[in-house]
């Protein structure tokens, strides 16, 4: 055998050997029954910390970082904490959010039963395929039957569905099926604007592209002219 590939081959030996321990204990993480858990672990704050830290340890040292230089010590904490903030949408419920409503009568017996449009809604996500940021707005609108909402329950339901790892056309998705769900209005439409990094600092590299992605319900999706109304009122037509 070629001094070459001997040399390749010790080297992915040594490599295994170094590596096994790792594979091994992220497969017992997910699945517990290899040490004896019988229902899944739910981790702890602190566990999920320090999961994250090794995680990012980890990514540093695979593109050729050394973690223990003076500007990284604390970067692994660091990611760490912030992931809590922008994957905070793990931890929430979107019922409790949507649990309030209010009746949309005024109280002489009449009906609010016109558009409620909230647009322009700063929305940051995450593409779970390559894990970085995609970013732009959100418009969200619905038509009240009985019940409506407090405008800040809207953005906070977003950014709900937005702090995890999503793609753009199930987020549109989520926000506007959980309003019909506990609205039931006569209609809902979503539409989400947004600029992917994944498309601009890598692959195609297409600044500027914004990917628009809509979800219609009820008198939305059957009548033009609500549905007219709604794109001229946010911009689009
Ligand atoms: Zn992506």
Same mark, same amino acid.
């Given at each position: 055998m070629p001094e070459k590939e001997l040399l390749n081959?010790?080297? +992915?030996? *040594?490599?295994? /050997?170094? +590596? #096994? *321990?790792?594979?091994?204990?992220? !497969?017992?993480? %997910?699945?517990?029954? %290899?040490?004896?858990?019988?229902?899944?672990?739910?981790? !702890? $704050?602190?566990?999920?910390?320090k999961m994250r830290e090794a995680a990012v340890k980890l990514l540093l040292m695979s593109v050729g970082e050394d973690i223990d230089r003076e500007g990284l010590i604390d970067t692994p904490n660091r990611v760490a904490r912030m992931y809590e903030e922008?994957?905070?949408? =793990?931890c929430q419920d979107p019922e409790e959010l949507l649990k309030v409503t209010f009746d949309s009568d005024d109280g002489e017996g009449d009906k609010y039963g016109?558009?409620?449009?909230?647009?322009?809604?700063? +929305? =940051?996500?995450?593409?779970e395929h390559h894990m970085v940021p995609f970013f732009g707005k959100a418009h969200v609108a619905y038509i009240p039957e009985e019940k409506v909402v407090g405008i800040s329950k809207i953005a906070r339901l977003?950014?709900? =569905?937005?702090?995890?790892?999503?793609?753009?056309?199930?987020? /549109? /998705?989520?926000?506007? $099926? /959980?309003?019909?769900?506990? +609205? $039931?209005?006569?209609? #809902?439409?979503?539409?989400v604007e947004a600029e992917h990094m994944c498309m601009t600092m890598r692959g195609v590299r297409k600044p500027g592209a914004k990917t628009v992605t809509s979800a219609l319900k009820g008198v939305f999706l059957k009548?033009?002219?609500? *549905?007219?109304e709604f794109y001229s009122l946010i911009g689009l037509k």
């Amino acid at each position: 055998m070629p001094e070459k590939e001997l040399l390749n081959e010790e080297m +992915l030996r *040594r490599e295994e /050997t170094a +590596l #096994v *321990r790792i594979v091994d204990q992220i !497969s017992i993480l %997910k699945d517990g029954s %290899k040490i004896g858990w019988t229902d899944k672990l739910a981790f !702890s $704050n602190e566990g999920k910390m320090k999961m994250r830290e090794a995680a990012v340890k980890l990514l540093l040292m695979s593109v050729g970082e050394d973690i223990d230089r003076e500007g990284l010590i604390d970067t692994p904490n660091r990611v760490a904490r912030m992931y809590e903030e922008i994957f905070g949408g =793990y931890c929430q419920d979107p019922e409790e959010l949507l649990k309030v409503t209010f009746d949309s009568d005024d109280g002489e017996g009449d009906k609010y039963g016109s558009l409620v449009l909230v647009k322009d809604i700063p +929305l =940051y996500s995450h593409c779970e395929h390559h894990m970085v940021p995609f970013f732009g707005k959100a418009h969200v609108a619905y038509i009240p039957e009985e019940k409506v909402v407090g405008i800040s329950k809207i953005a906070r339901l977003i950014d709900c =569905y937005a702090k995890r790892f999503q793609i753009q056309e199930r987020l /549109t /998705t989520q926000i506007a $099926n /959980t309003l019909e769900k506990f +609205l $039931n209005p006569k209609g #809902v439409a979503v539409v989400v604007e947004a600029e992917h990094m994944c498309m601009t600092m890598r692959g195609v590299r297409k600044p500027g592209a914004k990917t628009v992605t809509s979800a219609l319900k009820g008198v939305f999706l059957k009548e033009v002219d609500a *549905r007219a109304e709604f794109y001229s009122l946010i911009g689009l037509k």
